[in-house]
T-cell receptor
Framework: LAKTTQPISMDSYEGQEVNITCSHNNIATNDYITWYQQFPSQGPRFIIQGYKTKVTNEVASLFIPADRKSSTLSLPRVSLSDTAVYYC??????????FGKGTTLSVSS | DAGVTQSPTHLIKTRGQQVTLRCSPK?????VSWYQQALGQGPQFIFQYYEEEERQRGNFPDRFSGHQFPNYSSELNVNALLLGDSALYLC????????????????FGAGSRLTVL
């Protein structure tokens, strides 16, 4: 079973900031939080990974509170091409990635 | 630098047949994982290979088997195909744990779409 809970779907408009929150109440000390993006008929693509506080790269930011029981993926100024399924996962080094159903983000013009 | 390549991209089989799917990992990666993704669902972990051995396995029957070759490429075999085996089969490669900080990051291929009639 996936160890995370996230919204099934979200809607947004071009240019807006999108925040997708993921709950992982039973996160273990050695777990990292990783987000993947998947377009139809393609494999998932790594977006960002973090352990605590805030991580930022050229694509997104990941906010992790001190208790690490949740995390928020932030996508700044989304475009139509950001329409995809976003998966939140927690796992330790060397363990298999267990995917849930993810969050389907729909971006409209 | 080629990423993960999978073949074939599409194939159609009938119930009871056997299928072999192939995967070449990203250059520098030596760990290969296989996932099954049914329509509208997240990828389900089948198994992972490292150093030519199955290291971890998900909740899949023995009809699903695999192999990893010395060049790190891998095959997924499914015997006695069922209609429910119709799915996108994804291969992902990664560096072994301990070689990078954090948890292992997977690089996925585009998948092999299997249809069982």
């Amino acid at each position: 079973l996936a160890k995370t809970t996230q919204p099934i779907s979200m809607d947004s408009y071009e240019g807006q900031e999108v925040n997708i929150t993921c709950s992982h109440n039973n996160i273990a000390t050695n777990d990292y939080i990783t987000w993947y993006q998947q377009f139809p008929s393609q494999g998932p693509r790594f977006i960002i990974q973090g352990y605590k506080t805030k991580v930022t790269n050229e694509v997104a930011s990941l906010f992790i509170p001190a208790d690490r029981k949740s995390s928020t993926l932030s996508l700044p100024r989304v475009s139509l091409s950001d329409t995809a399924v976003y998966y939140c996962l927690v796992n330790q080094a060397g363990t298999a990635l267990i995917f849930g159903k993810g969050t389907t983000l729909s971006v409209s013009s | 630098d080629a990423g993960v390549t999978q073949s074939p991209t599409h194939l159609i089989k009938t119930r009871g047949q056997q299928v072999t799917l192939r995967c070449s990992p990203k250059s520098g990666h030596d760990t290969v994982s296989w996932y099954q993704q049914a329509l509208g669902q997240g990828p389900q972990f089948i198994f992972q290979y490292y150093e030519e051995e199955e290291r971890q396995r998900g909740n899949f029957p023995d009809r699903f088997s695999g192999h990893q070759f010395p060049n790190y490429s891998s095959e997924l075999n499914v015997n006695a195909l069922l209609l429910g085996d119709s799915a996108l089969y994804l291969c992902a490669s990664s560096l072994p744990s301990g070689f990078t900080a954090g948890a292992n990051v997977l690089t996925f291929g585009a998948g092999s779409r299997l249809t069982v009639l």
